[in-house]
């Protein structure tokens, strides 16, 4: 086949993938406004088509200068693929060497990519093979429907498999559309004057999507798109930053190895043998605790409304591992140290830290500390996560009912001393199936939420039934949100939008002094919290501040900032004032949750205090050296 045709369908198949995109961010993405969808659309189709632009040039280029034979051309194929696979495939493949138990996952990851590569190759040789017969258009209708399929499968999560996703549909379709694209060749070759003019238009498309910076609304936009692999990859521009710490919060913008410990409250809410549960529920979303579900979720409801709730708390991290190991280590993920180890079987990292824990703290005043999880391996003290907790009662199952039930019976059983137990409820994870299958995600969801809420209530009856509510003090919180399609996510573990780290947090007790607090905290509060309420003081190290204060009804205004991180390409930073930054793979975004809680509309352009919220953040990480990798 000439190679004019070839070239020409390598032009239609990637502009083939921009149309796609037009169709997934219709029925994925909501816009902040038509002149941001509108532009999306052109930078995005404008991008891609430099890509298939690029391709038609290397394919007339390799069909003028190089060999003849077919074989050759597929083994440079092999080779560019197999490259670019070390670059933007290898990372995402990392856990996959873990579940064989190979430690040396650099190795087998690169190994693994390159075979995965192998796809780009087969694709091309299979589509050239079937492009003169009638089965070309059912490699057609799978190259579109892959081209879709792949944006809605963890969409905001694991670029590279994308990147591979959409190479792999436009190789499928360049091959197969080559043969048909010949009369219509033929014919612009004809018309040289059109041929011409649309060449021009579209290599001015081109020079001014590569070039020209698009604005931050529509790059913010263009990030969540899985297919829109240029894009993704182009370096952000350059942002100025100003560096403008208050004086009230200087003190948390640099190292705090060397602090001192900070004394407990004056305010004493509990008996020196008071009991304290964290009761976390895995990937509970705030609004959870909205009046929307409050006659599904009663006994949370009841239980916010007798205790203190916090209307803006933030996880630390979208993910478990993360979230609650900085919460037992008072430090975020990225100041924690992480060793690779196995764990039945499989290489994962775990944290490795000598900083002190809650229950080491809480030891040294002769608290007990308790941790149940059910069959978390993950969660486990040995494996550093949930570390420095005495005593670990292992269960059979994950389900609320039996962490509620095992716990009560261990409680019947130690009345005296103070105790500081963690107890974790996986009910609500993915994929929403122990009550059944029915309804759709979110209803199967809020089924098992609900079942949560069933056993909260047995747990607040089981203590009423033992007498010891008076030392209680139950904190209500979880440990990452959830998503159903905000920012073309699913589930969790990938952004730091609200549905993904905004949690619900109420703490309640007996002379806990019941109001709302729209205060932002994060659950990094929750250590120096529990210390305080034992009376022990908070090692300088830690990056929360006590609640105490605020249960006992009185003012606080806490001043630590409020960082959030993954181990994707996000991070951000909540502020007092409601305006929350995101930074995507170096690219910032600024929202106003007071006006926009969807996260909508960035407005990083419009703020006259962009520069400076950027800089915040970024000397945070800076003063802390944040660097967070992890399974």
Not at 266 to 274: E, G, I, N, Q, T
Not at 462 to 469: K, T, Y
Not at 587 to 594: F, H
């Amino acid at each position: 086949m000439e190679a004019r045709y070839v070239a020409a369908a390598q032009i239609g198949a990637w502009l083939s993938m921009g149309i796609v995109n037009i169709v997934v961010t219709w029925l994925a993405l909501p816009m902040p406004g038509i002149d941001v969808r509108l532009l999306l659309h052109l930078y995005d189709v404008g991008q891609l088509l430099a890509v298939g632009v690029a391709a038609a040039f290397m394919v007339l280029l390799w069909r003028r200068f190089g060999p003849v034979r077919a074989f050759v051309g597929y083994a440079m194929l092999t080779l560019l693929s197999v490259a670019v696979s070390q670059l933007v495939l290898r990372d995402d493949l990392r856990g996959a060497p873990s579940i064989f138990g190979l430690s040396s996952w650099e190795l087998w990851a690169s190994i693994l990519a390159a075979v995965v590569s192998l796809c780009i190759p087969v694709a091309a040789w299979v589509s050239r093979r079937l492009s003169r017969s009638n089965l070309r258009w059912i490699v057609v209708a799978i190259a579109v429907a892959i081209a879709i399929g792949h944006q809605f499968v963890l969409p905001n999560l694991y670029l590279g498999i994308h990147t591979y996703g959409t190479w792999f549909a436009a190789t499928l379709l360049a091959g197969s559309i080559a043969e048909p694209l010949k009369p219509w060749v033929d014919a612009m070759s004809e018309r040289s004057r059109v041929a011409r003019v649309a060449a021009i238009v579209a290599g001015a498309v081109v020079v001014a999507v590569l070039f020209v910076p698009a604005p931050v609304a529509v790059q913010t936009q263009i990030g969540m798109l899985p297919g829109a692999v240029v894009a993704r990859y182009k370096p952000a521009r350059r942002f100025d930053v100003a560096v403008s710490i208050p004086q009230d919060k200087s003190e948390w913008f640099e190292d705090r190895g060397t602090h001192a410990d900070i004394t407990p409250s004056a305010s004493r809410l509990v008996p020196s043998d008071a009991i304290v549960i964290l009761f976390v529920v895995d990937a509970m979303r705030a609004d959870m605790l909205s009046s929307e579900y409050a006659e599904q979720l009663p006994r949370m409801t009841a239980l916010a409304r007798k205790g203190v709730t916090f209307t803006h708390a933030y996880s630390t991290a979208p993910s478990t591992k993360a979230s609650v190991a900085a919460l037992f280590a008072g430090r975020y993920a990225g100041q924690i140290k992480w060793t690779r180890k196995k764990l039945r079987k499989k290489s994962l990292l775990w944290p490795d830290d000598p900083s002190p824990r809650i229950g080491d703290l809480l030891a040294k005043r002769d608290v007990e500390s308790v941790v149940i999880t059910g069959r978390l391996d993950h969660l486990r003290p040995q494996n550093g996560v949930t570390a420095g907790q005495r005593i670990e009662l292992r269960l059979p199952a994950n389900s609320s009912r039996r962490v509620v039930a095992t716990w009560l019976q261990w409680l019947a059983s130690h009345r005296r001393g103070g105790v500081f137990a963690y107890l974790h409820v996986f009910d609500a994870h993915s994929p929403y199936t122990p009550v059944g299958t029915r309804g759709s995600a979110h209803e199967r969801y809020t089924g098992e939420i609900a079942e949560v809420d069933r056993s909260l209530g047995t747990l607040l009856d089981g203590l009423r039934a033992l007498e010891l509510e008076d030392r209680v003090i139950i904190v209500l919180t979880a440990d990452h949100g959830e998503a159903f399609g905000e920012h073309n996510s699913l589930r969790h573990g990938g952004t730091v939008y609200e549905e993904q780290v905004r949690v619900p947090l109420v703490i309640a007790g007996k002379n806990v002094k019941s109001r709302v607090i729209d205060q932002p905290v994060t659950l990094l509060d929750l250590a120096p919290t529990v210390l305080d309420l034992f009376g022990a003081p908070t090692p300088g190290s830690f990056m929360g501040q006590s609640l105490v204060p605020l249960l006992a009804g009185e003012d606080l205004k806490l001043t630590r900032p409020i960082f959030l991180e993954t181990r994707f390409e996000y991070a951000g930073m909540v502020f007092d004032d409601g305006v929350k930054l995101v930074v995507r793979g170096g690219m910032p975004e600024l929202y106003d949750l007071r006006i926009d809680p969807g996260e909508l509309v960035n407005t990083y352009d419009s703020r006259a205090d962009a520069a400076e919220r950027f800089g915040a953040f970024k000397s945070l990480v800076a003063a802390h050296r944040m660097k967070f990798q992890t399974d």
